[in-house]
């Protein structure tokens, strides 16, 4: 009864397996990788025989029986090429993160290929350790089942006894064994999340150092507009104006002074001739006192008018060179500054060489930090374009991993019913011998 109802349950699971077998076939075949496409052609293969294992059904319980131990070994080989596969894929993942981390520079090469290779040879010797034990217990079990049905006594029933406690402690180490498998999966499946969140935050680092760069070049832009629209230029040209201005004030001092020295000698020469005309007055008063006495008052009142004049005409004279005298010093410092007005010309011309010197220092630096802005950001479009590869690859990588360890979960199950089956079978060999010896005792 109890392997009637196992036999149905198995029924039901193989038809429930075959309504859900439709998956495999609507995956895409990746083009990037042709090492990926043949590796997932091949687990495609694997699967699809497995299933064709799974959902093969036969007419009676005894075919069943021995179609489930026929086809176990070859299911447990199948597990164990889907789990050097993984292992495979896994590896390779690795290898494709420690290049695109020497690409980034960011935290040196991830050198974890000879532990991750050294862990997959340990599990594949466990894997072979408990694999074939496995096989060669099927085997046997299935001799020593036809032996047993052709023998007859207690030595053939003791025999069988051992042999079902034996596999009962194998069967026992592939569960905790296959339980250890699928956990170490789940870690394999942590540190590539961890990986991914690496790169995540190796791509955030980009895009800051490349707002740093841009926020950089603006600063200069702005400081160069800024040295541009200063008031240097503006403080040149007024400086210049002022010069100009400085300039046209000498020059029109210098007019006046020469329409000064001119008018001066006009008023000494006219006093020179005032002073002829005086002594040529005296001479003819002098003779006119002896020629004409009475023209004698009108002379001199002539000669007074003309001491005036030359009076008046000393002072204008004085005058003129008081005020030749204060336009001559106003010359000199108007000299002086125009020549301090010209070093500061000189210094500013400098000052401006310097700063456009300083613009051209400035615009190559942009210039630079331009094309490092453009190489980052053609690094950061690719480390983008290379992360949703990545996480491409390790969606489909974890989607087959989830089916892996669907399907080894569907073996546990197997084991664990198989187990029951036996433990049943051991219980009723066990009342079996025991009524047998009663029965041997009573007779004798």
Known sequence: ????????????????????????????????????????????????????????????????????????????????????????????????????????????????????????????????SWTDPGSDSDSKSVDDHSSASDEDGDEALIRRMADLELELQETKQKLLLQQENVNGDNNNNTDLLQKITVYEGELREANEKIRMQEGEIANLKVEIQSCMSSGAEEKLKLAQNDADTLRNKLNAEKKEVSKLVERLAMVKTSLQDRDNEVRSLKTAVSDAEEKIFPEKAQIKGEMSKLVEERRQLGEQLRELESHIRLIMEEKAGIEEKLKGESEKISVMKDESNVLRDEIGKREEKIKEMEKHMKELHMEHVRL?????????????????????????????????????????????????????????????
Not at 28 to 55: G, Q, Y
Not at 119 to 126: S, T
Not at 408 to 428: H, N, V
Request: proline share 2%.
């Open 1 to 128: 009864f109890y392997f009637q109802t196992l036999s149905k349950k198995q029924f039901k699971r193989s038809t429930t397996k075959k309504s859900h077998s439709w998956w495999w076939d609507s995956h895409n075949c990746p083009k990037n990788s042709k090492w990926l496409a043949e590796n997932l052609e091949k687990m495609d293969d694997r699967v699809k025989h497995m299933l064709k294992l799974i959902e093969e059904d036969a007419d009676s319980f005894a075919k069943k029986g021995q179609m489930y131990y026929q086809k176990r070994p070859e299911l447990i080989h199948l597990v164990e090429e889907f789990y050097r596969m993984y292992r495979a894929l896994a590896e390779r993942y690795d290898q494709a993160s420690g290049e695109l981390q020497k690409n980034q520079q960011s935290q040196g090469s991830l050198d974890q290929s000879s532990p991750t290779s050294s862990r997959r040879h340990k599990e594949e010797e466990e894997s072979s």
């Open 384 to 444: 983008r374009r290379r992360s949703s590869e990545l996480a491409e690859e390790v969606e489909r990588t974890r989607v087959a991993a989830s089916e892996a360890a669907e399907q080894k979960r569907e073996a546990i199950r197997q084991l664990c019913m198989s187990l029951e089956y036996y433990k049943d079978g051991y219980d009723r060999l066990r009342n079996v011998v025991t009524g047998h010896k009663r029965g041997v005792v009573l007779a004798s």
